[in-house]
C-alpha cells in the first residue's frame, strides 16, 4: 500500500512543480537554519561535565557586604585568599580545589629552544579526581605533596608533545619559572568548553586547553603570579604589587569548586557556609548577615550568563521562521490536497476508508519532508561552514557538523512536514464523497 | 467594492485565510524586531573610535627573556629594551611615526580608574579608562588637540606595570572635561585620580575606551571618558602604537616585524595579535556583531519570501477553485478591474488582519527581550513601518494571481466543468 501511495505522491508532486518547489525549498530553508542556529547554540550551552555536574558545586561568600558588587545583592563569583584557605583548611567536601590562574614561561632544555608561555592553574591534588581529568600517563599529585608544596606538575598533551616529543614524560623535569618540576602525570586532550572551572576569567570559553598544573601551595610559596582576573570590592587599591598584596587584600581572584555527592551533604556545607559567615560577623570582618551561594555547576553556568544571548536570540528567530515555513506549508498542502477532492471522492465512493485516504496524503506530505531535508541537509551543512565565519572569534570552530545534527536535520524535516500534513489529511478525508461526484 | 461578499466568500476557506493572517504576524513579529537589532548592531560597530584608523598599526609583543620582579633594576632594564624597540621602530623608512602606547580603543587591553575633583575616595567622580604611552600618542593616534598642549618629553616616566600608576598631569578627552568641568573651563584645573593629583595639560577630541565588555554595554555612559597619561608601562609585555606613511602599512608591518627580531629575537610576537592592522582589530572585535546582523538579515529574507510565496500560492488555488465563480461576475457584467481588485481587497483584508495582530506580537515580543536581554523599546516607526511593508508585500504577492483571476473569460460560466 505504501509503495502505491508513494507511487501517488509522485505523480501528484510532478503535477505541480512550482507548488512542490515552494514547498520543499520553504521546508529546506525553515529547518536548515533552525538546525544551524542550533548547532552554535549547542556548542555554547552543552553541560561540559554532564555525568557529574549536578554534583559539583561553586561556594560563593558574601565577603564584600550589601551594594556590593553590584546592587542585586549577589555575593562575587570568586573568592579572596583568606576565605578560599579557610575553605580549604576546613575540608567539608569530599573533593575540593581552590583554583587560580597562572601564565607562567617554560624554558625547554637545548640551546636557542624558546621559552614557551604556558596557560594553566594553580591547584590542589584533589581537582583532578574531582574533575575526573583524563590522564594519558601517571596521574596527579597526593594530599601529602600539597601539603609540602612539592614542586610537581601536571603537563597537557600539547605540551608534552612541544617538550617530549609526546613520550611518557612523568618523572622527567619541567622548567618553569626558572623552577624544576617533577612531571607526575600527562593530560590526554582536555579542553572542556565552557570552562566551567573557571568562569570568572575566561567568561566560559577559551581557544586551547591548559598547558600545565602545578600545586596551589607551591605556586604561592615561589610567588607565581596570578594571571587571572582581580576584582575588588568599590574604593578598595592593592596596596601591594603581585601575589603578596592579592594574598593580604579582600579582593576576589581565588575560583572555588567542591564535589558534594547528595542532597544531605548539600544541605550541610550551606549550613557550613552559613555557619562560617556567622562566625566571621561576630569576630566583626563582616557586618551583615550570611548571604552566601551554592549553585551546582548548571546553575553557575547559567548565572554567569556564559551562553551568549546572541546565540540564544538567532535560534530563537530561526525557530520562528521554521513555525512561519510550517504555517505556510500547511496552507499549501490544504490548498492542494483539497483541490483533488474530486480523486478523494471517487477512491471513497470505491471503498477507500477515511484512514487510508489520510494514510495517502501523509505519505505526500512525507515525501516533501524527506526531499525538503535533504535540502535542509545540505543547507545545513553550508551554514554550519558559513556560520563559523561570522561568529566571534573566540567562538571559532565551536559549531560542528556531526552525526547527531546530521540525523537530528533529517527527523525535524520529516516531524515538520508530518505535522504540517495532519491536518489537512485530516480535511481531505473528511471530503464528503457523495456530494464531490454529484457536483462534477 | 463592498467588503461584505469578500467576507461571506472568506467562510468558505477559513483555515486557509487564518493561516495566510497568522503567517502574516509572525514574520511582522520577527521582521520588526530582528531589523531593530540588526539596527543596533550596525550604529555599534560604526561608532567612530576617535583614531585617524587607516595607516594605524598595534604592535604588543612578549620578551621571553625579561627579568621578573618589579624592583627598580628589572624596570630600569624593561624600559632600555622598550627604547631600544621604539628607536630601531622610529628608523624605518615606512613608519611616520612611532609612540608607546599600552592600550587602544576597543581592542581590550585596559586600565581604569576613578577620576574626581577631590582626594576623597567617594568624591562623585566618573570611571574613565587611562592611556599610558610617551609624548607621542596623541599625535600617532591621530588625535586633535582642541586645547593646551601635547606632554613634553621631560614629563614622561616609566613605571612597573605591575604598581600603583600616578601622574602629575594628564591630556582628557572632550567628553571628560565637560563632564567634570561643565563650564568649559578644564585646562590647568586639578583633578584626583584615585585620590592622586594631577593637572590636565590638554584636551582632545572624542576618544573610545579599550574595551567594549559588559561594562560599556548599553547604557552605560563612559564609552568615550578616556585619559592620556604620561607614563611608559615597563613589564613583560610592551605595546606600540605605528603610523604608517600613507598606502604603506603592509610594508611598515613587515618592517616593523623585522626590525623588532633584529632587536631581540626573544620575544612572542605572533602574527596573531603580535603585529595588527587597526582595520584587522576591528574586523575581528566585530564580527560577531557584523554576523548577528547578516545571520538576522538573512532570516529576514527567507522569512519574507517565504511569506510572500505562501499568499502567492494560497492565492493562486483560490482562483483556481474559483474560476466558475469569476466566469459567472464577468458574465454578469463585472470588469476585469473588479475581478483584480476583488483580490486585492481580499488580501488587504487579511493582512491587515495578520499585520494587527502581528503589531501586538512584535511589543510583546520586544518586550519579552527587554526582559532577557539588554534591548532597548522597540521604537513605534519600526512596527509601522512593518504594518506598512506587511500590507505591500500581501499586495505584491497577490498580483500574478489575481491578473490571472482577471483574465477568466467570461465564457467559463456556460461550461459545466
Known amino acids: ?440 | 467594492m463592498k467588503l461584505h461578499p469578500i467576507l461571506s466568500a472568506l467562510r468558505h476557506h477559513k483555515t486557509g485565510a487564518l493561516l495566510i493572517a497568522l503567517q502574516i504576524a509572525l514574520t511582522l513579529a520577527i521582521v520588526c524586531n530582528a531589523v531593530f537589532i540588526i539596527g543596533q548592531r550596525i550604529e555599534k560597530v560604526g561608532r567612530s573610535t576617535g583614531l585617524v584608523e587607516e595607516g594605524l598599526i598595534r604592535i604588543s609583543q612578549n620578551w621571553l627573556n625579561a627579568p621578573t620582579g618589579d624592583d627598580p633594576a628589572a624596570v630600569e632594564q624593561l624600559d632600555a629594551m622598550q627604547r631600544a624597540d621604539l628607536a630601531a621602530l622610529r628608523k624605518l623608512p615606512d613608519v611616520q611615526e612611532v609612540a608607546a602606547a599600552a592600550s587602544m580603543p576597543i581592542q581590550g587591553m585596559i586600565w581604569s580608574g576613578t577620576l574626581g575633583l577631590s582626594p576623597q575616595a567617594d568624591n562623585g567622580g566618573i570611571k574613565v579608562a587611562y592611556y599610558y604611552g610617551d609624548e607621542r600618542q596623541r599625535s600617532t593616534f591621530g588625535l586633535r588637540l582642541l586645547a593646551g598642549r601635547d606632554f613634553r618629553p621631560d614629563e614622561i616616566t616609566h613605571q612597573s606595570s605591575q604598581g600603583k600608576l600616578t601622574a602629575p598631569v594628564v591630556i582628557v578627552s572632550q567628553v571628560v572635561a565637560e563632564r567634570l568641568f561643565p563650564h568649559g573651563d578644564a585646562l590647568g584645573k586639578t583633578v584626583y585620580q584615585d585620590g592622586k593629583a594631577a593637572a590636565i595639560v590638554g584636551i582632545v577630541g572624542p576618544l573610545q575606551t579599550p574595551t567594549l565588555g559588559r561594562l560599556s554595554a548599553l547604557g552605560s555612559d563612559w564609552a568615550y571618558n578616556s585619559v592620556l597619561e604620561p607614563v611608559r608601562l615597563d613589564g613583560a609585555t610592551a605595546s606600540y602604537a605605528l603610523r604608517a606613511k600613507p598606502g604603506r602599512e603592509q610594508a611598515a608591518m613587515r618592517e616593523a616585524r623585522k626590525a623588532l627580531i633584529a632587536v631581540d629575537p626573544m620575544r612572542l610576537m605572533p602574527d596573531s595579535w603580535g603585529i595588527q592592522s587597526f582595520t584587522t582589530i576591528r574586523d575581528k572585535v566585530y564580527r560577531g556583531d557584523r554576523g548577528m546582523a547578516l545571520l538576522l538579515g538573512l532570516i529576514c529574507l527567507i522569512l519574507l519570501a517565504v511569506t510572500a510565496t505562501g499568499i502567492a500560492g494560497l492565492t493562486s488555488f483560490w482562483v483556481g477553485q474559483r474560476r466558475k465563480q469569476i466566469g459567472i461576475r464577468r458574465a454578469l457584467g463585472a470588469r476585469k478591474a473588479d475581478i483584480l481588485r476583488y483580490f486585492q481587497l481580499e488580501n488587504l483584508f487579511i493582512a491587515g488582519v495578520g499585520a494587527m495582530l502581528g503589531l501586538l506580537l512584535a511589543v510583546a515580543f520586544n518586550l519579552w527581550l527587554m526582559s532577557r536581554y539588554e534591548m532597548a523599546h522597540l521604537p513605534v516607526g519600526y512596527v509601522l513601518l512593518g504594518v506598512a511593508a506587511m500590507l505591500v508585500l500581501g499586495q505584491a504577492a497577490v498580483m500574478v494571481p489575481a491578473r490571472r483571476a482577471s483574465k477568466v473569460p467570461p465564457v467559463v460560466a456556460t461550461r459545466s466543468v
Open chain 1, 1 to 440: 500500500m505504501f509503495r502505491y501511495y508513494l507511487e501517488l505522491a509522485v505523480r501528484s508532486l510532478k503535477r505541480s512543480p512550482g507548488l512542490t518547489a515552494l514547498m520543499v525549498l520553504s521546508i529546506g530553508f525553515g529547518v536548515a537554519a533552525a538546525m544551524t542556529t542550533w548547532s552554535v547554540f549547542r556548542a555554547v550551552s552543552g553541560d561540559p561535565i554532564p555525568w557529574k555536574s549536578s554534583r559539583l558545586f561553586v561556594p560563593q561568600l558574601d565577603i564584600w557586604g550589601p551594594g556590593n558588587p553590584a546592587g542585586d545583592h549577589e555575593p562575587p563569583d570568586a573568592l579572596d585568599y583568606a576565605d578560599a584557605m579557610a575553605l580549604m583548611r576546613d575540608h567539608r567536601a569530599v573533593w575540593q580545589s581552590a583554583i587560580y590562574a597562572i601564565a607562567p614561561m617554560a624554558t625547554p632544555t637545548g640551546v636557542g629552544r624558546m621559552p614557551i608561555p604556558l596557560g594553566g592553574y594553580a591547584v590542589y591534588g584533589e581537582f583532578f579526581p574531582m574533575l575526573d581529568v583524563p590522564f594519558e600517563y601517571g596521574s596527579g599529585w597526593s594530599a601529602e605533596d600539597d601539603a609540602r608544596a612539592a614542586p610537581v606538575a601536571v603537563i597537557g598533551d600539547e605540551l608534552n608533545r612541544r617538550l617530549f616529543g609526546g613520550i611518557d614524560s612523568v618523572g622527567k623535569t619541567v622548567r618553569i619559572a626558572d623552577q624544576d618540576y617533577r612531571v607526575v602525570g600527562v593530560l590526554r586532550p582536555w579542553n572542556p568548553q565552557p570552562v566551567f572551572f573557571d568562569v570568572p576569567d575566561t567568561g566560559g570559553f577559551t581557544m586551547g586547553g591548559p598547558d600545565v598544573f602545578l600545586p596551589f601551595q607551591h605556586a604561592l610559596a615561589t610567588g607565581m603570579a596570578n594571571a587571572g582576573s582581580v576584582n575588588c570590592p568599590k574604593g578598595v587599591a592593592l596596596d601591594e604589587s603581585g601575589l603578596a598584596g592579592l594574598r593580604r587584600s579582600n579582593c576576589t581572584w581565588i575560583t572555588y569548586m567542591a564535589e558534594l555527592d547528595d542532597a544531605a551533604t548539600v544541605r550541610g556545607y550551606r549550613q557550613y557556609l552559613d555557619d562560617y559567615a556567622r562566625e566571621q560577623q561576630q569576630l566583626g570582618r563582616f557586618h551583615w548577615a550570611p548571604n552566601n551561594r551554592l549553585r551546582d555547576v548548571p546553575v553557575f553556568l547559567d548565572h554567569e550568563h556564559v551562553v551568549p544571548g546572541d546565540a540564544r536570540l538567532s535560534m530563537l528567530v530561526a525557530l520562528g521562521l521554521l513555525l512561519v515555513c510550517l504555517m505556510n506549508t500547511v496552507g499549501l498542502l490544504l490548498a492542494r490536497f483539497l483541490r483533488r477532492s474530486g480523486e478523494i471522492g471517487v477512491r471513497r465512493a470505491l471503498g477507500a476508508s477515511r484512514g487510508a485516504i489520510c494514510a495517502q496524503f501523509l505519505v505526500e506530505a512525507g515525501a516533501i519532508g524527506v526531499t525538503g531535508g535533504a535540502l535542509g541537509l545540505l543547507l545545513t551543512g553550508l551554514g554550519v561552514l558559513g556560520v563559523d565565519r561570522v561568529l566571534p572569534v573566540w567562538m571559532a570552530g565551536l559549531a560542528r557538523i556531526d552525526a547527531v545534527l546530521l540525523l537530528l536535520t533529517v527527523l525535524v524535516a520529516l516531524a515538520a512536514s508530518l505535522l504540517a500534513g495532519a491536518y489537512p489529511a485530516i480535511r481531505a478525508s473528511r471530503v464528503q464523497p457523495a456530494w464531490q461526484l454529484k457536483t462534477n
